[in-house]
């Protein structure tokens, strides 16, 4: 296989890392993104990592509860998922680091740009946790900043569905499914594949976003092969 990319950001939710379990973290599905993520860099693709964190937590529990308090601990949440995408990656023998936009020196690196460059040269599939460090951001907005920050060639967006629809194809049976779609259209459409930050921020520094459903066999592989898969917004 031959890959279309060089340098990417794989997104990845934290529902899709549940996987059958309505929470928590499924071993099967860490080994399904680590085995994919090995085999990207065996072909040569620097690999970076936004993890979200909605298998531990989404959002606020009542209306009552702080906003910035519950987006702190959502940030949290990320950070256990980085580390257990981490551990299945390295056991597979893949150099990795984790970088958290909240500083928890005793488990992670603190982000900086440079160093976590300098690391995806070097071959380390780097993981980016804890959001962009600041409440109100998403971790799709995390994904859209890291990505270009890092100089990536894509995003990969790896969903529990496979591509975007219309309307929530597990709630509407004839959703429309789009094949590809502009950046504009996305945020026209308020097709919430991204929240409209990260999707302007993708449009303004014109960041190709590959959205398929991660449980796919091989789809990680095939959208950095440039397959027809999912759906491409650029």
């Given at each position: 296989?031959?890959?279309?990319?060089?340098?990417?950001?794989l997104?990845?939710?934290?529902?899709?890392?549940?996987g059958?379990?309505?929470?928590?973290?499924?071993d099967?599905?860490?080994?399904?993104?680590?085995?994919?993520?090995?085999?990207?860099?065996?072909?040569?693709?620097?690999?970076?990592?936004?993890?979200?964190?909605?298998?531990?937590?989404r959002g606020?529990?009542?209306?009552?509860?702080?906003?910035?308090?519950?987006?702190?601990?959502?940030?949290?949440?990320?950070?256990?998922?980085?580390l257990?995408?981490?551990?299945?990656?390295?056991?597979?023998?893949?150099?990795t680091?984790?970088?958290?936009?909240?500083?928890?020196?005793?488990?992670?690196?603190?982000?900086v740009?440079?160093?976590?460059?300098?690391q995806?040269?070097?071959?380390?599939?780097?993981?980016?946790?804890?959001?962009?460090?600041?409440?109100?951001?998403?971790?799709?907005?995390?994904?859209?900043?890291?990505?270009?920050?890092?100089?990536?060639?894509?995003?990969?967006l790896?969903?529990?569905?496979?591509?975007?629809?219309d309307?929530?194809?597990?709630?509407?049976p004839?959703?429309?499914?789009?094949?590809?779609?502009?950046?504009?259209?996305?945020?026209?459409?308020?097709l919430?594949?991204m929240?409209?930050?990260?999707?302007?921020?993708?449009?303004?520094?014109?960041?190709?976003?590959?959205?398929?459903?991660?449980?796919?066999?091989?789809?990680?592989?095939?959208?950095?092969?440039?397959?027809?898969?999912?759906?491409?917004?650029?």
């Amino acid at each position: 296989m031959e890959a279309k990319y060089k340098r990417v950001l794989l997104k990845v939710s934290g529902e899709a890392l549940a996987g059958e379990k309505e929470s928590g973290l499924s071993d099967e599905m860490l080994m399904h993104v680590a085995n994919d993520v090995k085999t990207l860099v065996d072909l040569g693709v620097q690999v970076a990592l936004v993890v979200g964190g909605g298998n531990f937590w989404r959002g606020r529990t009542s209306q009552k509860m702080d906003r910035a308090q519950a987006d702190y601990m959502g940030m949290l949440a990320t950070c256990i998922n980085a580390l257990g995408l981490q551990d299945a990656i390295e056991r597979l023998g893949v150099p990795t680091r984790v970088h958290t936009a909240i500083e928890m020196k005793q488990i992670a690196e603190p982000y900086v740009r440079r160093r976590a460059l300098a690391q995806l040269r070097d071959g380390n599939v780097v993981i980016f946790a804890a959001g962009v460090g600041s409440p109100f951001f998403s971790t799709d907005t995390c994904a859209a900043l890291r990505a270009t920050e890092m100089n990536c060639d894509v995003i990969l967006l790896g969903k529990t569905i496979d591509a975007v629809y219309d309307s929530d194809p597990m709630i509407n049976p004839n959703a429309k499914k789009y094949k590809r779609l502009t950046h504009t259209e996305v945020l026209e459409k308020n097709l919430q594949v991204m929240d409209s930050t990260a999707a302007s921020l993708c449009r303004d520094n014109h960041m190709t976003i590959h959205c398929f459903g991660l449980s796919e066999p091989n789809a990680i592989l095939r959208a950095v092969a440039g397959e027809d898969i999912g759906t491409i917004i650029e």
